[in-house]
């Protein structure tokens, strides 16, 4: 895969970054994405005008669209049907695909949060404070199986595969029994600054996608080096 597959085709105009930055906004602060009729209303344009900049979005890798029809089911961080990992700050909660976007969010909202998840994704609960912009379990490893250049492929399934563990042999075990692939092993503290990185403006600026040129650095700041970070 190419810099051009992972980063989507689409060329997005003004208003596109208008309506991915209204959208994430509105999702931080309903807990939902709002109907495609209210984000039109919101930003004053027809009905055809956000479908068509939600397509340019979703052709860019920059949303996912439900298949076969025009409604957001991705927004990163924020998942609209239910993931892995349930986030709850103050009185508002919201679904995300893993711990990394369930980070994602948190950073976003750049205020204390609890992430609720699984181990590996099955049957232990494990619960994740970040508090005062600082997370406070830094016991557990985060694992990435799915390498970079492969995100896009299937994103729903590359965000499945990213799951939080106690130890390195227990990743082993869990690729073993899943067949799949391992990947790349994060400490937790790392996955957090690289989550503040990449999502803590997002609700605050306007919106705009990287550049791949610009992932590749922040991939350097964090110390996230070697093929599996190779975008292409």
């Given amino acids: 895969m190419g810099k051009g597959r992972w980063m989507g085709g689409a060329t997005l105009t003004p208003f596109d970054l208008t309506v991915r930055g209204e959208l994430t906004r509105t999702i931080a602060e309903l807990g939902h994405a709002p109907a495609n009729e209210s984000l039109a209303q919101l930003l004053g344009v027809p009905l055809p005008t956000i479908e068509q900049a939600l397509r340019r979005l979703h052709d860019a890798h920059a949303l996912l669209l439900h298949p076969h029809c ?3 089911w991705v927004v990163h961080p924020f998942a609209l049907s239910p993931g892995s990992c349930w986030v709850q ?11 990394y976007c369930g980070m994602g969010i948190a950073a976003a909202l750049q205020r204390d949060t609890t992430i609720h998840t699984r ?27 799915t390498p970079v250049s492969a995100w896009w492929d299937n994103v729903i399934h590359a965000c499945a595969s990213f799951q939080p563990f106690h130890s ?22 790392s996955m957090w600054a690289f989550a503040t990185d990449w999502y803590g403006d997002y609700l605050r600026k306007p919106w705009l996608k990287r550049s791949t040129d610009e992932a590749e650095a922040l991939f350097l700041k964090h110390g996230f080096t070697g093929k599996f ?4």
């Fill in 89 to 99: 700050s103050r009185d508002r909660g919201w679904w995300a695909n893993c711990l």
């Fill in 70 to 72: 025009c409604v957001p």
């Fill in 119 to 145: 181990i590996g994704g099955e049957h232990e609960p494990v619960v994740i404070h970040i508090h005062d912009g600082q997370l406070q379990e830094t016991a557990l490893i985060f694992h990435l199986s």
């Fill in 168 to 189: 390195e042999a227990d990743v082993d075990a869990w690729c073993d029994r899943h067949a799949l692939p391992r990947g790349a092993i994060v400490p937790p503290s």
């Fill in 229 to 232: 970070w190779q975008i292409s």
